[in-house]
């Protein structure tokens, strides 16, 4: 049974969550323990102690002397690890249990027998002398590593399932997948491999890193496995081909979390030492419990409102958090500098870590740190806080904040403002030739009779005349009654029935992945496009163009439509109201105007005031918030807000038609940033807050009833926000409450990220991993080149994930990818004068065919110069294909025998694109100097030349 060891334990004990550390228990050996001599699971902890022998504590009497296993190892323990179906009540043995190695010898024990459940003899086994043991989820599998192979034993049989042989180094770690048969191994050969362990077949083995893999952890809530280096790259497969289909740097991650002061923990200004970002340790945790307050209906954003699960990095100088979705950096915890013990004291120095142990605690947001020193003999036990649960850290969740206005309007609110007070001067009149039909029409109480005034002399109607106030006609009384406009969130029709409208929207339809209809915004000559929305109701599309128009086009896009004519400057924005009848757009000329939707006439136009011009300069954005009630615009970094009315009804004066329309600014503020670089508002239900990304790269909530913001988003994306969405619901489907707090964003080159604004952190990362140089379309699939040499294959039926991601077999970056008419393959340039013929199938008999050659080289006087590859095209009739270089020459190759077919005579400069006709007789030729020998004073022009193509020069011989 059990014995007692003397162990010198320090216990801090449960203290208040500070920086959502909290040290437990200092374990104090008689020796500095190695890498896998320790381990916790949530439940024990084990540490082996006096070399041959194991010390056992619960967790909660981690400061009592702890419980030492029998000795039955003739050597010293070199690795052990804890059952992973054992803290989850999955182990077949019914308990607890605890696998230990010497080399020679695997003990299996039972904790809750307190004994040895099994004990192996593998050198009998063919296995030779191990350093690292592992067990499967359900705790039947044992994986034992000698060196660079891999053993594979049943621990009911006691058999030797297979040995896995497939590294030239040693390997470093190795794990089971949690949900299927899948084993992988990491080694110092700086490959990974990815095994069916009962079959012994290899699924996949990566190319060489740049250096050696130490670490991996397998995700128990999906598919995935996170791979380390010593090089601080963490890398993310996902089936079914197993490649880097997402990277991280640590150290960057780490860098820029600092500059950019957006973590949780602001008050760490941590610098990494230069070899402290390899990589110990990895772990994913389970997803965590629902907090508080969170929905937990099912609908198509239910996941979205989930606290995220993490995945825990061990570094030499700490523990990185990430995001296990989006691996967004959360917090780093530095264990260099001090954790604070319950008494106050100075705290422990972990010093320089060697290695760690992690596990969940059962049923709540938090995680055990079991960290080993290489300058101490001891373990120390940590307490981790998932980061959205710390309030220490920044009030990471605020319940009470909620897009949807769950309050009416403060006492100083704007709003109150807008309610109570009206305006006693004409704030704006706008003169209009005609009556805009769209418009609210005038009530029947204002349409009274015409009289003569005394003003009015005209003979028989005197001032004494019986007849002055005579009727002159008697306004029609008898209005049909129009039935109600039928809502789109309240369909009543038989068209706007919810089953008719599933039937043909279905929520499980796929996305569009073919272009419909394209026309021109201007007919007349072409312009650039600055945005465009849709009318609530679908019906109709705003555009908003540089050449000072708005246009409104009918859906489906036939090319007919209204221009909405009446700015001197480009129109930046526009916004439709909710009953689709007006929109508001803003403009370079430092005007706001609202038109009709019907035919395109001028409302309302915000530009001038009592003092001079309302806004000081160029209006980049403008919308109708509030339920229509008030207009929202932004010019430079101030926002504004105006109340306004608009009324088209006939006034008194003869023959005349005169809108009294005004507008008053009610409120206006500027922000602590240079410029506005996008905003939003939510207009089809009451809210009352506004989303404001800024120059500086932040991403600002501010609080329109409080005039103030509540909330900062530092640093959210690595480039200024270009765009904010915030979830508006559908017809289409019901969604809770809470999923109205989901708010999009976007940069250019740093992707989408999803917000939950009582977060700190997005809780969705939508990004391409690297730059885009060049991409192809070979039907249903888009092949993408980027930096680092990456290939990557999409299917445009699924752009969710990538179907394949590749490394380019040229050794330069990338320059152009076009893909064959049979879309089967593809051809890749780079800039070393190479071009490489590819096939899209991944079929190791397909891949053997795949070649490349050289190209565009010019040699002189025995020097070989080499010119970029820069463009490539396609003959479709013949499926030749043309490549232009720096060099001045264009080449026609014949792809399927391998040779050149032509080549034309030099051009003045370098070839920089190159375009087939559809029907092959003619080809594009554009030319531009690039600095390819440098800057010149007086560079080659830039030129266009359409060459025509006789049929013997691209086809095949």
Known sequence: MFGIAKFQISVDGWMSVNRGVTHFAQLRSSEVLRPSQCCVNGVYVACVWQGTTIAVWPMDAVHLSPNVLPAV?????????????????NSIDGGVTLCASDGDTVVVYTLALGGVCHRYETAASGVGEHDLVRMCPRDRYIALVARGVVTVLDSHSRHVITHLNGHAGRVNMVEFSFCSDLLVTVSEDRTYVVWDFLTAEVLYQSSIHGTPFTCLAMDPN???????????????????????????????????????ARGLDRSSNFTLPSNSSTILSLFFTMNPVTPGGVSTD?????????????????????????????????????????????????????????????????????????????????????????????????????????????SGPLYNSPFRKMVSKKPTIMAARVSLSRKNSNTVKASKTQDKPVTFKTAIKSSGYGPDSKHATRKMFTPQTSFGKKPPPVSLLHPKSAKN??????????????????????????????????????SPN????????????????????????????????????????????????????????????????????????SSGQVFPREVDWASFYYNNKLILASSGNRLYAFTYHIDLSKVSDINTYESKCWYEKIFEQQLNCISISSIHVVNSFLS????????????????????????????????????????????????????????????????????????????????????????????????????????????????????????????YQTRCIRAFPDGQSYVLSSIEGRVAVEFIDPSPETQKKKYAFKCHR??????????????????????????????GFVNIWDGGNK?????????????????????????????????????????????????????NEVRPK
């Open 298 to 406: 099912v609908s198509p954003t239910s996941e979205l409102l989930q606290w995220p699960h993490l995945l825990l990095v061990g570094i030499p100088s700490g523990v990185v958090l990430l995001n296990g979705l989006t691996l967004e950096t959360l917090r780093f915890i530095d264990f260099s500098s001090s954790v604070t013990s319950q008494s106050g004291d100075s705290g422990y120095l972990l010093g320089s870590c060697s290695s760690f142990s992690f596990m969940d605690v059962e049923g709540s947001l938090q995680m055990w740190c079991l960290v080993t020193s290489s300058e101490e003999p001891s373990a120390h036990l940590i307490m981790l806080d998932h980061p959205f649960n710390c309030e220490e850290l920044g009030s990471p969740r605020d319940p009470n904040l909620s897009v949807v206005a769950r």
């Open 497 to 534: 029935n919810p089953a008719n409208v599933q039937k043909e929207y279905p929520m499980g339809g796929q996305p569009p992945t073919g272009l419909k209809t394209s026309i021109p915004a201007d007919p007349t000559f072409s312009t650039v496009l600055h945005d465009l929305r849709f």
């Open 688 to 811: 009352y807050l506004v989303f404001i990304a800024t120059s500086a790269k932040d991403l600002l909530i501010y609080d329109m009833n409080a005039c103030k913001v509540i909330k900062t988003y530092e640093g959210c994306h690595e480039r200024p926000v270009h765009c904010i969405r915030v979830n508006e619901g559908s017809q289409f489907s019901t969604q809770s409450a809470d999923s109205f707090n989901l708010v999009a964003t976007a940069a250019a080159t740093d992707g989408i990220k999803l917000w939950d604004v009582r977060m700190v952190a997005p809780v969705q990362t939508y990004m391409h991993p690297d730059k885009v140089y060049t991409m192809a379309r070979a039907l249903d699939k888009l092949i993408v080149g980027t930096a680092g040499r990456h290939v990557m294959v999409w299917d445009v039926r699924n752009m969710g994930t990538v179907m394949q991601r590749r490394e380019s077999s040229l050794k």
């Open 899 to 951: 040779k050149r077919l032509v080549q034309y005579h030099r051009f003045p400069t370098g070839v920089t694109c190159l375009n087939f006709s559809n029907d092959g007789k003619a080809l594009a030729i554009a030319c531009s100097y690039m600095n390819e020998t440098g800057e010149k004073i007086n560079p080659p022009e830039n030129a266009v030349y359409i060459r025509h193509v006789a049929d």
């Open 73 to 89: 190892h003739g050597s010293e323990i070199v690795s052990m690890c804890f059952g992973v179906g054992s803290s989850s009540g």
């Open 858 to 887: 010019i040699k002189e006087d025995g020097v070989e110069q080499v010119f970029p590859v820069n463009a490539i095209s396609f003959h479709q009739q013949h499926g030749t294909f043309a490549t232009g270089g720096s060099d």
């Open 538 to 609: 679908g019906k109709t599309l705003a555009v908003a163009s540089k050449n000072r128009v708005a246009h409104l086009f009918n859906m489906p896009l036939t090319g007919k439509g209204v221009a909405c004519a009446g700015h001197n400057g480009a129109v930046n924005c526009v916004n439709w109201c909710s009953s689709s009848s007006r929109v508001v757009t803003a403009s370079d000329d430092r005007s706001v105007k609202v038109w009709g939707a019907d035919r395109g006439d001028l409302c309302l136009s915000i530009d001038t005031c």
């Open 222 to 260: 999906s598919d995935r496995i996170a791979v380390g280096s010593a090089g601080g790259s963490l890398s993310i497969l996902l089936p079914p081909n197993y490649s880097d289909n997402q990277t991280v740097d640590i150290s960057r991650c780490l860098a820029r979390k600092n500059s950019a």
